[in-house]
C-alpha cells in the first residue's frame, strides 16, 4: 500500500476524537470553561445521555464578540501564552483545543456576551465550519450547545456507549466538577427532568455532604509542600480524588488509598500542592496527573487517615512513618518472604516483589519485568530477601506487581496477640 498524507481536516477531525471521547467529555470541557471563565452558576442540559443534545450555560464573563470566532481555532487559548505558563497553571484548560475539537464533529452554537458589552454575538458551526453568526441578546455569560457529536463520524457515533451509561459518566464528572469548586452553584437536568441542584456553599465539607447527602468525617493533615483533605463515610464505595482543584485519575494513590483505608469507604480526598510538583499535560484528557515526590503524599495521607485499620507502622514505635527498615523472618516455600514491619507481619510473594524490582527499579516492561524475575519455588539467599524487601520501601508503588496482584498479605500483630489472649 502506498502511504497517503491525509488532507488536514481529517486529521484534525480524527484527532478530535482523542480529546472528545463522548458525551461525558464534552459535558467536562464545556464546564471546564464556565468554571474557568469564573461564573458562580453553571447549568448543565442533556437529551438522549448526551448524545441528541448537551447545554452549557454559565455566568462568567463571557467572550469579547471580536474574538468569538477564534474560539473554535485550533490552538486558540486566552489562558496560556507560552510553555512557562504551563508551570503555574491555574485553570483548568490551556491547550486551546477543546472547542476545536467538539466544534467539528458537532452541530455546535456558542453564544456568548463578554462582560464589558451590551449584546452578545452567537455562531452556529457544522463540521467545523462557521454557517452563520448573529448578534443575540442574552445575559453577561456563555452559552454552549452541541447536538448531534460525531454526526459527521458514524462509526464512533455508533460505538458510544449506551445512553444510561453515558449519563452516568455524566453525573459523575459533573458531581466532580461540583465537589472541586464549593462556592459555584451547579444544576443539572437530563431528559427534561432536574437532576441535581447544588446550591453555593461555604466550604469543601458543605459541598460533600450536599452532593452525597450523608455525614462525612472531616480530617486534613499538612507536610512540606502537600496539604491534604480527607472526607470520609461509611457510604457506598467510591473515590474522587483533586489535585489543587482539578479532579484527576492516578492510579497508584487511588491503589494506596483504597488499600490505607481498609475497608471501603466512601473518600474525597482533596490534595494541594505548588503547581512545578504537578505534570497535567501529560495526556489530552488532562485527566491523569503525575505528581512529584508522590511517596511524601502518600506518607502524608497515611498519617492523615484514622488511625485505624491502615497503617504501616505504629504510632508509638515511631513517628516517622516508613522510615524502619522491615526484619527480615524467613521465607517460606521458597515463596513467600517473611518480614515484621512496624505493627505487621507482611507475607511478600517472591516473585512479584522482584517483578516490581525489575520493573521499576531498573525500567523494565512489565512482559521483560515478569520474565527476569526468580519465580516461587526458586531458591534465594538471606541476601537477596533482605535486599528485595529494602528495596520495597523505594517503589512508587508498593501494593501491586506492574499486572496488578498484589505484593504482600499482612497481619496486624495486635490481632495475633489478640488471639493468643496476650496484650498487644
Ligand atoms: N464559557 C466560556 N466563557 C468564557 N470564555 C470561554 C468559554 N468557553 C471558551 N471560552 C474562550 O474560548 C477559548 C477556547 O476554549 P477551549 O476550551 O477550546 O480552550 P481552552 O479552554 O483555552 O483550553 P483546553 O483545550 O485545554 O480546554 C478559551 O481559552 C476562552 O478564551
Ligand atoms: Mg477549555
Not at 476545536?100 to 452556529?124: C, D, K, N, P, T
Not at 483533586?242 to 492510579?251: G, Q
Not at 497503617?311 to 516455600?333: N, V
Request: glycine share 8%; hydrophobic share 35%.
Amino acid at each position: 500500500m502506498r502511504i497517503n498524507l491525509l488532507p488536514d481536516d481529517v486529521k484534525s477531525r480524527i484527532a478530535s476524537g482523542e480529546v472528545i471521547e463522548g458525551p461525558a467529555e464534552c459535558v467536562k470541557e464545556l464546564m471546564e470553561n464556565a468554571l474557568d471563565a469564573r461564573a458562580n452558576k453553571v447549568e448543565v442540559e442533556i437529551v438522549k445521555g448526551g448524545k441528541r443534545y448537551i447545554g452549557v450555560r454559565d455566568n462568567g464573563i463571557g467572550i469579547p464578540s471580536e474574538d468569538i470566532k477564534k474560539a473554535i481555532l485550533s490552538g486558540a487559548t486566552s489562558k496560556i501564552r507560552s510553555l512557562e505558563d504551563l508551570q503555574s497553571i491555574n485553570t483548568y484548560g490551556f491547550r486551546g483545543e477543546a472547542l476545536h475539537a467538539i466544534s467539528l464533529v458537532s452541530r455546535f452554537i456558542l453564544r456568548s456576551r463578554f462582560y464589558q458589552e451590551e449584546v452578545g454575538r452567537e455562531i452556529r458551526v457544522e463540521g467545523g465550519k462557521v454557517v452563520s453568526e448573529r448578534e443575540v441578546g442574552m445575559p453577561v455569560g456563555t452559552h454552549a450547545e452541541v447536538y448531534d457529536l460525531f454526526y459527521n463520524l458514524p462509526l464512533r457515533r455508533a460505538f458510544l456507549k449506551k445512553e444510561d451509561v453515558e449519563r452516568k459518566r455524566i453525573y459523575n464528572l459533573f458531581k466532580a466538577l461540583a465537589l472541586a469548586n464549593p462556592s459555584v452553584s451547579f444544576r443539572l437536568e437530563a431528559e427534561g427532568k432536574e437532576v441535581f441542584n447544588f446550591k453555593a456553599v461555604k466550604d469543601l465539607k458543605d459541598r460533600v455532604e450536599e452532593v452525597f447527602e450523608e455525614r462525612f468525617e472531616h480530617l486534613s493533615g499538612e507536610d512540606g509542600p502537600f496539604k491534604v483533605d480527607l472526607f470520609l463515610s461509611d457510604g457506598a464505595k467510591w473515590l474522587f480524588l483533586f489535585v489543587n482543584n482539578r479532579p484527576i485519575s492516578n492510579r497508584s494513590l487511588t491503589e494506596y488509598i483504597k488499600r490505607s483505608t481498609g475497608k471501603w469507604k466512601a473518600c474525597v480526598c482533596y490534595i494541594q500542592t505548588p503547581p512545578y510538583l504537578l505534570d497535567v499535560n501529560i495526556h489530552p484528557k488532562k485527566t491523569e496527573v503525575k505528581i512529584l515526590r508522590e511517596g511524601k503524599l502518600k506518607e502524608l495521607i497515611g498519617r492523615t487517615l484514622p488511625n485505624r485499620n491502615w497503617t504501616g507502622i505504629s504510632l508509638k514505635q515511631s513517628t516517622k512513618g516508613y522510615a524502619l527498615e522491615p526484619e527480615l523472618i524467613g521465607i517460606i516455600d521458597n515463596t513467600l518472604i517473611v518480614a515484621k514491619y512496624g505493627d505487621y507481619l507482611y507475607f511478600f510473594d517472591q516473585h512479584l516483589l522482584a517483578e516490581r524490582y525489575n520493573y521499576e527499579v531498573r525500567g523494565l516492561t512489565a512482559q521483560k519485568a515478569c520474565k527476569a524475575s526468580i519465580r516461587a519455588g526458586d531458591k534465594i539467599d538471606e541476601k537477596m530477601a533482605k535486599d528485595l524487601i529494602k528495596s520495597w520501601l523505594s517503589f512508587e508503588n508498593k501494593e501491586v506487581c506492574p499486572h496488578g496482584r498484589p505484593l504482600y498479605h499482612r497481619i496486624y500483630l495486635g490481632d495475633l496477640y489478640k488471639k493468643l489472649g496476650r496484650e498487644y
